[in-house]
């Protein structure tokens, strides 16, 4: 069982930056694939980024490609979404999530763990 918080979503101005964290309990949280989701209102829940359970390997999806990084810290059992070059079209509720194993991370459906999100809101 794993339990997810995520902190410092706020309103940031286009082209500025934001760190997101996400906090993790459960003594299994470094085996997992930890990931970076969002919602904008009115759309589908839509994959930001991934990180491996040693943080060696990473995947972004191509909308925030250059501008986003995922790392994790697994002595603290953390996971980090430093967001670069804000765009208003970044804005939206994000989620973090976990899973086992590396395959298809893109895919929503196949994460075990959600936590309850944090808005970011890009202003132009």
């Known amino acids: 069982q794993v339990q997810l918080v995520e902190s410092g979503g706020r309103l940031v101005q286009a082209a500025g930056s934001l760190r997101l964290s996400c906090a993790a309990s459960g003594r299994t949280f470094s085996s997992y694939c930890m990931a970076w989701f969002r919602q904008a209102p009115g759309k589908e829940r839509e994959f930001v980024g991934a990180?491996?359970?040693?943080?060696?390997?990473?995947d972004y999806a191509d909308s925030v490609k250059g501008r986003f990084t995922i790392s994790r810290d697994n002595a603290k059992n953390m996971v980090y979404l430093q967001m670069n070059s804000l765009k208003p079209e970044d804005t939206a509720v994000y989620y973090c999530a976990a899973r086992n194993g590396w395959y298809n991370v893109q895919a929503s459906g196949t994460y075990l763990y959600w936590g309850q999100g944090t808005q970011v809101t890009v202003s132009s």
């Open positions: 990180v491996n359970w040693n943080g060696g390997v990473t």
